[in-house]
């Protein structure tokens, strides 16, 4: 009774537009078209749910893209009506499944058959639709924890390749959803071409905080090579994720800990001047400036504020070390006069 209540009051809150008829087509041209490929997923170890997308329309996953720690993951495409993220996570909240929740919202919609969506609960239950108003190619396919969906392809195919790479490919889900974006792509992808892309997971149990359950959720609005992009974004997330640990890791005194995670982040991104920094600082902070030294040398190389922050650490007492190392630092790779 509980459900069955909680699921009349969301669809009697539902805004449908309630005078729209199933093909009054001037009332879906006024909706937002983005024809798409798009996969919903969950992690079965972890628990995490994702959703990825890739679409010749700007700024895609601010519309396509639903996730919500321990509820579910929607993704609303093609024709799109956002209610379907919006109250699909309330509903599947309340305990209602992907597919009933799915079921429900469609019989809600004045135009069902020009949407596709797709849906996974966080016990791996996925409900998905393609209307029949889709433009070809479109489809669908479903497998364990996990759905994709395409429509406006260039070839036919295109859930089956998204398929068989997500199920191949290994690393994280938000590796793995890429590798189904990749593989979309690589049979030919949207007829328009490609313009934007967004990756999004969120924890397989809410901590209370959504700032913390959201644990990737990067977006590439406008871009010739969203796919590249997006995948050099999750690169540089994943060292700054490390760079986090790092400073958990000092907060409890893990030094050892800290300068671990400090060396993963920067070999991801060896160029970022920041994180070799604050390794640098670390090592320094923790009785190794020999070590610390040739770091600081580069830094201060290729770009001289860094040296003029370091006194400045020092006299907030976020660089600990006596004034003789601290001068040895500051006259570190001493710029050259012009």
């Known amino acids: 009774m509980v459900r069955l209540f909680a699921l009349c009051l969301v669809l009697l809150w539902l805004p449908w537009q309630a005078n729209a008829q199933e093909n009054d087509l001037p009332a879906v041209s006024r909706l937002r078209p983005a024809h798409t490929y798009s996969i919903v997923a969950r992690d079965p170890e972890t628990g995490q749910l994702g959703v990825a997308v890739q679409s010749h329309w700007f700024s895609v996953g601010s519309l396509v893209a639903w996730a919500e720690a321990g509820v579910g993951a929607v993704a609303t495409q093609s024709f799109i009506e956002v209610r379907y ?8 909240r309340t305990g209602l499944s992907a597919q009933r929740t799915l079921d429900a919202l469609r019989l809600a919609d004045p135009n069902p058959e020009v949407r596709q969506v797709a849906m996974i609960d966080a016990q791996g239950n996925i409900g998905a639709f393609t209307g029949k108003h889709c433009i ?11 759905s994709v ?14 398929a ?3 199920r191949k490919a290994k690393g994280s889900l938000a590796e793995r959803m890429l590798a189904a974006l990749d593989a979309a792509q690589a049979v030919g992808g949207d007829l328009r071409g490609m313009q934007s892309a967004a990756l ?7 901590t209370g905080r959504s700032w913390e359950d959201r644990l990737v959720d990067l977006q590439v609005e ?15 997330h994943t060292a700054y994720r ?14 050892d800990g800290a300068l671990s995670q400090y060396g993963r982040a920067e070999r991801l991104v060896p160029d970022n001047l920041e994180m070799k920094f604050w390794h640098a600082v670390s090592l320094a902070n923790a009785g190794r400036l020999e070590e610390a030294l040739p770091l ?3 830094i201060f190389r290729q770009d001289e504020h860094w040296r003029t922050l370091v006194p400045r650490l020092s006299s907030a007492g976020l660089l600990t070390v006596d004034d003789t190392a601290l001068e040895r630092i500051v006259q570190a790779a001493p710029a050259t006069a012009e």
């Open 149 to 162: 969906q395409a429509n406006l392809m260039i070839n036919e195919g295109v859930p089956q390749a998204m």
């Open 85 to 92: 993220g919006v109250a699909g996570l309330e509903l599947m």
């Open 242 to 255: 490390l760079m986090n640990l790092g400073d958990q890791s000092l907060e409890r005194k893990d030094t």
């Open 296 to 298: 600081f040398e580069t």
């Open 200 to 206: 999004l997971v969120v924890r397989g149990k809410s």
């Open 136 to 146: 070809p190619y479109a489809g669908d396919l479903q497998g364990e924890n996990f």
């Open 222 to 236: 406008d871009s010739p090579a969203p796919l590249k992009e997006l995948r050099r974004l999750l690169n540089v």
């Open 164 to 166: 068989e790479a997500f």
